[in-house]
């Protein structure tokens, strides 16, 4: 499992113990950072990235294909708002737990994005920061395939200079130069949110750096002191991973460096009528 699977399966799994809703995305701060830093701040800070995504939501739209769907926490929002979605994820451990949650009949697909087939339309693709991690041009085609009327991407992307390794999170522009050569789609609305979104990283090096690095060097030191030879065999097998909890980081310093976070709404150029997008003043 890569580990990058592994931290949003945590993740996700965190916010369905603590929270109850299982939301694996990032907080959203309008108002900056808030005065508290504590896991029940993110838990409201996510809650509000989900009423912020059905702000924008345009009037009309009825059926939701929720790619990268997570846990199903979005998905089970959205049809208790009276929409009705479709999930597909490649995440099969996340799956179960969104069948888990979702009403009986639920469609929860099993596969990536770019290898989905179904006869099925929908009014909109949703991409609640998932986006980044599908090929830019597969993805495109297949909203092409899928949304009768159009997307909403809610995710982030490189800034210049800061290409990522794997080819995808591409840079906004290059998103930008997509769209306009493939010719489907016409953008509505293409806010920054980065500032209101790195707030979540200020809350997340607050609770490692400060609560659980420190607890995990005190346990370290306890079970070595006390079972030396549990202690060995703890830091055998178990020492890198330990040693990665006790390691400072400052995320919430890079990821605005690197990356702009951004609410994207688009519209078909040509078809099936018009979106009318609720946006915020």
């Known amino acids: 499992m890569k580990l990058k699977t592994l931290e949003l399966e945590a993740t ?13 995305h990032y907080g959203y701060f309008p108002d900056g950072v808030p005065e508290i830093l504590s896991a029940e701040a993110l838990g409201r800070a996510q809650h509000a ?8 939501i345009p009037d009309g739209v009825r059926s939701i294909l929720d790619v990268g769907s997570g846990t199903g926490a979005n998905a089970r929002a959205l049809i208790v708002r009276g ?22 009949g639920a469609a929860v697909h099993d596969a990536r994005f770019e290898e989905f087939q179904s006869d099925a339309r929908f009014d ?10 599908i090929d830019l041009e597969a993805a495109l085609r297949q909203g092409d395939r899928y949304a009768r009327r159009g997307m909403i991407l809610f ?42 979104i790195t707030p979540t990283f200020v809350i997340h090096e607050s609770i490692k750096n400060d609560k659980i690095a420190p607890f995990v060097t005190r346990f370290r030191a306890d079970v070595a002191r006390e079972y030396p030879w549990r202690g060995w065999l703890m830091e ?46």
């Not at 799994?13 to 109850?20: I, K």
């Not at 178990?238 to 609410?263: C, M, Q, W």
């Open 83 to 104: 929409f009705d979605v479709t999930c597909v994820s490649p995440s099969a451990r996340m799956n179960a737990m969104a069948r888990a949650k979702l009403p009986q």
């Open 49 to 56: 990235y989900f009423e912020k995504l059905v702000e924008v």
């Open 236 to 281: 055998k097998m178990l020492g890198r991973v330990l040693d990665k909890l006790n390691r400072r980081t400052s995320r919430a310093g890079t990821f605005a460096h690197a990356h702009e976070y951004r609410l994207i709404v688009m519209e078909r150029a040509q078809g099936h009528g018009a979106f009318h997008p609720r946006f915020p003043g």
């Open 124 to 133: 909109l693709c949703l991409f609640a920061e998932s986006f980044h991690y």
């Open 155 to 196: 995710d982030y992307f490189r800034r210049p200079g800061h290409a990522h390794g794997d080819g995808t999170r591409g840079t906004h522009q290059t998103f930008l130069d997509a769209v306009a050569a493939q010719g489907v789609f016409r953008i509505l609305c293409d806010q920054d949110m980065t500032a209101a």
């Open 12 to 24: 996700a799994l965190m916010s369905e113990v603590m929270f109850g809703h299982g939301f694996a």
